[in-house]
């Protein structure tokens, strides 16, 4: 059964700092993993996609990368700003199934 | 361009009403899903649809049917709600099954039961 893990559950940072989510999985017989965003009250928004033959994506200040091997994924942000804070939720699709499984996501809290 | 679509948005429920939650997309993808988000639970799967025909259970799937009409059209059916099925549904898309695509996300469908 693929189980995908998040740390921190929560995260509180000042403004202009880089900081890294992690994101770990127990299958890594994976097809892709998403990285998403999730204001309060609000749907998903998609930010990036990694392919299970890439090791990394970048949008703008966001950097992910994906080690399949050992199951493991970091979403950097760089000079973070109090816009970015949200919930960011990982999800990796594949495995032994046709499933797309989530984490249980970061609460980001960036402080002016 | 719709991409995924969830009606209802909001909805009250009484303990042991029933009620059908339907979700459709319009990107010709093969694979749906149902999830539900609870607080510091992330989202949980529900009921899947890896194509057009088929449907499996997922994490959570006790107290839940689900429907896959057509290709564009997967709905979820609470027969007899009950409070522990106070939730926020995601319905999902993908290109599926097998393929390495991205998911697409409805708006979310926020059910209180009473």
């Known amino acids: 059964k693929q189980e995908v893990t998040q740390i921190p559950a929560a995260l509180s940072v000042p403004e202009g700092e880089n900081l890294v989510l992690n994101c770990s999985f127990t299958d890594s017989a994976i097809y892709n993993l998403q990285w998403f965003r999730q204001d309060p009250g609000k749907g998903l928004t998609s930010l990036l996609l990694?392919?299970?033959?890439?090791r990394e994506q970048t949008s703008g200040r966001l950097n992910a990368s994906l080690d399949k091997s050992s199951g493991r994924s970091t979403l950097y942000i760089a000079a973070s700003q109090p816009g970015d804070s949200a919930t960011y939720l990982c999800?990796?699709?594949?495995?032994?199934?046709?499933?797309?499984?989530f984490g249980t996501g970061t609460l980001l809290a960036v402080q002016p | 361009n719709a991409g995924v679509t969830q009606t209802p948005k909001f909805q009250v429920l009484k303990t042991g009403q029933s009620m059908t939650l339907q979700c459709a997309q319009d990107m010709n993808h093969n694979s749906m899903y149902w999830y539900r988000q609870d607080p510091g639970m992330g989202l949980r799967l529900i009921y899947y649809?890896?194509?057009?025909?088929?449907?499996d259970k997922g994490e959570v799937p006790n107290g839940y049917n689900v429907s896959r009409l057509n290709k564009r059209e997967f709905s979820l059916r609470l027969e007899s709600a009950a409070p522990s099925q106070t939730s926020v549904y995601f319905c999902?898309?993908?290109?599926?099954?097998?393929?390495?695509?991205?998911?697409?996300f409805g708006q979310g469908t926020r059910l209180t039961v009473v």
């Open positions: 999902a898309s993908s290109v599926g099954p097998f393929v390495d695509t991205e998911a697409f």
């Open positions: 999800a990796v699709y594949g495995g032994a199934t046709n499933k797309l499984i």
């Open positions: 990694i392919q299970s033959s890439q």
């Open positions: 649809s890896a194509s057009e025909g088929t449907t």
